[in-house]
């Protein structure tokens, strides 16, 4: 019986791993700014802001019609 | 000014297989199918777990392969870390298979002793394994700056007692409680499973976000790796953990 129902767990709780690890954690744990940067070069998102809006911050530049390209 | 008071003093610590290695690459200049992603993760996982089972059913056959295997799993271990993680891919599975047989033989003096106690200790290793993931995906447990130096520090510190308790063995000496199934001795093992288990956390997180910044594919290997190091440590921690409670 004990042996019957650790392998179970065992072979269970693998198929969960096998199936929950491919998928993308929540937002509520990929959203946070307490977040460990292991690779210390994230990228801001700057598609999706933290409360939701899409906008690009920075200042303005004025485009000149007859500037080079 | 970061509110990491403790990072700002000592420095950004956390485990160096993790850290010192992987600040240069550029995920840009990777094309997608290049990319380290979930899916490839978790199946390389599975291929470290398929080689280590096939490892360890050696090594039950062959309880002689204990010392081979955990020695050359090690230095595997260290070269895969220190060396080249980008032929993570060569060694990993080496090192799964190694410490397989090891592992294996560790377990059939276990089981002689202790009947059944074998599949008590595999099936709480992947249960935690899998809870732990839960959490960690759900949001439940949210690894943090401090929360990795805190399980560095931990992890650390039983790995220095461990290593100081191996050499005073030499001298016929040793650290009695860390081997004690006195109430002490299984608080110490409850603790350090704890510490293992946390590591997991650390693992998931590594490959959460190495997927999300689009690392190179090797990085899948390397992943897998680190998680098969930390339930290798976990299996023989609730092993021992296991051992002591029989023993009272």
Redesign the interface.
């Known amino acids: 019986m ?2 019957i ?6 072979i ?3 198929m ?3 199936n ?11 959203d ?1 700014d ?9 990228k801001p998102n700057f598609y999706q802001k933290r409360d939701g809006s899409k906008i690009i911050e920075g200042e303005a530049e004025e485009v000149d019609d007859q500037s080079n390209k | 000014m970061s509110k990491h008071s403790a990072l700002n003093t000592f420095g950004r610590s956390g485990n160096p297989a993790f850290t010192k290695n992987f600040n240069n690459i550029n995920s840009d200049s990777i094309p997608l199918a290049e990319r380290m992603t979930l899916d490839g993760a978790v199946n390389r996982t599975a291929i470290l777990l398929a080689l280590c089972f096939g490892g360890a059913f050696l090594g039950w056959n062959i309880p002689a392969l204990i010392w081979p295997g955990f020695l050359i799993g090690l230095i595997l271990a260290l070269v895969t870390i220190f060396r080249s993680p980008d032929k993570a891919g060569s060694t990993a599975p080496f090192y799964a298979a190694f410490e397989g047989m090891a592992l294996g033989g560790i377990t059939v003096f276990a089981e002689a002793a202790y009947p059944g106690i074998a599949i008590q200790a595999i099936g709480l290793t992947f249960g935690i394994l899998a809870s732990l993931l839960f959490c960690y995906k759900s949001g439940i447990i949210k690894p943090t700056e401090n929360f990795r130096l805190m399980i560095f520090s931990a992890t650390m510190g039983i790995m220095l007692l461990y290593i100081v308790s191996f050499i005073m063995s030499f001298f016929g000496s040793g650290i009695g409680f860390i081997h004690s199934n006195g109430l002490l001795g299984i608080g110490f093992s409850l603790f350090v499973v704890g510490i293992a288990a946390l590591n997991l956390v650390l693992d998931f997180d590594f490959i959460e976000e190495g997927a999300e910044q689009g690392l190179p594919k090797y990085m899948e290997w390397y992943g897998a790796f680190s998680l098969m190091v930390t339930l290798v440590w976990l299996y023989l921690e609730i092993l021992r953990l296991l051992m002591k409670l029989r023993s009272r």
């Open positions: 004990n042996t129902l650790f392998s179970l767990l065992a269970v709780s693998l969960v791993f096998m929950l690890g491919k998928i993308r954690a929540s937002k509520k744990q990929t946070r307490d977040r460990i940067n292991w690779f210390r070069s994230r």
